[in-house]
Nanobody, 125 residues
Framework: VQLQASGGGLVQAGGSLRLSCAAS????????MGWFRQAPGKEREFVAA????????RYAESVKGRFIISRDNAKNMVYLQMNSLKLDDTAVYYC???????????????????WGQGTEVTVSS
């Protein structure tokens, strides 16, 4: 599986961005997908994840109610709609894929086998 994230950029606080992640390879519909981020000087942290079926999602507390993860299995795409962006959302965002892990593993970076190259999001005041 190869992952290509895009859609990052510079946005003012309170604005919105939609990140996209294009997946290539076998059986995208069998993969659980996640978004993680890493801010300068900080460790990578979980943002959101969606089960392979699309029926279950998980969000970090810091983004609940503002971010929405979605996927289109027909297009091998996963998205992260980010609304009401805050300065603290500034980071490089990574999409990641893994095969049908336990629900508790969806928010754990070590559960993911494949990673995209990252797309940078900068939120300005």
């Amino acid at each position: 599986v190869q992952l290509q994230a895009s859609g990052g950029g510079l946005v003012q606080a309170g604005g919105s961005l939609r990140l996209s992640c294009a997946a290539s390879g076998r059986s995208f519909r069998d993969w659980d997908m996640g978004w993680f981020r890493q801010a300068p000087g900080k460790e990578r942290e979980f943002v959101a994840a969606m089960r392979y079926s699309g029926g279950t999602t998980r969000y970090a507390e810091s983004v609940k109610g503002r971010f929405i993860i979605s996927r289109d299995n027909a297009k091998n795409m996963v998205y992260l709609q980010m609304n009401s962006l805050k300065l603290d959302d500034t980071a490089v965002y990574y999409c990641a894929a893994t095969s049908r892990v336990a629900l508790s593993g969806l928010s754990v970076s070590s559960s993911y086998h494949y990673w995209g190259q990252g797309t940078e999001v900068t939120v300005s005041s």
